[in-house]
């Protein structure tokens, strides 16, 4: 089974930071990740899809990079609705096979 | 716009079966997609349960694949769970959600909570 294991898992950060939350498998899953936003009592929001693509309507101050096993989760400029739990997923290729990563909550410093 | 609405008992005692239905509005689940449970453990991450396409083909968690049933209604546009053998670690909010095979689980229900307990 693939381990998918995410960092850090707490992170505080103040309004107008850059963050960078980063996930990493444990086998090569080229570009088949995704990222999630959960609020508080919400259901999951999808941000992120293969790897890199912005979900529609998802704010351009998020971006995402990797391939292979290293990925990475970037808000250039944090805004007071980014503060949330961030899950990284990945998908068995043309599968619908998932595992989550444990999640980072991103806090106000 | 497509929606989706969990349901099912609250309270379930251990040992027995937790069954859970997902009903789904603004898109036939026979036109495609798959269709798939998570659930949450309180305080706890994600965790992917099963997937099921609208033919009824279905891909389990192997840790639940043993106590686990995915079944899917056309005729009412609903998905089912039914998870066997329960215990208090299966306590969890359950959320079933669409999933696309190119991006991800792009449409979820608000989830429901299920708690095992005598």
């Known amino acids: 089974d693939i381990q998918m294991t995410q960092s850090p898992s707490t992170l505080s950060a103040s309004v107008g930071d850059r963050v960078t939350i980063t996930c990493r498998a444990s086998?090569?899953?080229?570009?088949?990740l995704a990222w999630y936003q959960q609020k508080p009592g919400k259901a999951p929001k999808l941000l992120i899809y293969?790897?890199?693509r912005l979900e529609s309507g998802v704010p351009s101050r998020f971006s995402a990079s990797g391939s292979g096993t290293e990925f990475a989760l970037t808000i250039s400029s944090l805004q007071p609705d980014d503060f949330a739990t961030y899950y990284c997923?990945?998908?068995?290729?043309?599968?619908?096979?998932?595992?989550f990563g444990q999640g980072t909550k991103l806090e106000i410093k | 716009q497509v929606q989706l609405q969990e349901s099912g008992p609250g309270l379930v005692k251990p040992s027995e079966t937790l069954s859970l239905t997902c009903t789904v509005s603004?898109?036939?689940?026979?036109?495609?997609?798959?269709w798939v449970w998570i659930r949450q453990a309180p305080g706890k991450g994600l965790e992917w349960i099963g997937s099921m396409f609208h033919s009824g083909s279905t891909y389990y968690n192997p840790s639940l694949k043993s106590r686990l049933t995915i079944l899917v209604d056309t005729s009412n546009n609903q998905f089912s769970l039914q998870l066997s053998s329960v215990t208090a670690t299966d306590t969890a909010v359950y959320y079933c959600?669409?999933?696309?095979?190119?991006?991800?689980?792009?449409?979820w229900g608000q989830g429901t909570l299920v708690a095992v307990s005598s």
């Open positions: 959600a669409r999933a696309s095979e190119l991006t991800g689980f792009d449409s």
């Open positions: 997923k990945q998908q068995n290729a043309y599968s619908p096979v998932y595992t």
């Open positions: 086998q090569r899953i080229d570009n088949w």
């Open positions: 293969k790897a890199s």
């Open positions: 603004g898109y036939s689940i026979s036109r495609g997609y798959y």
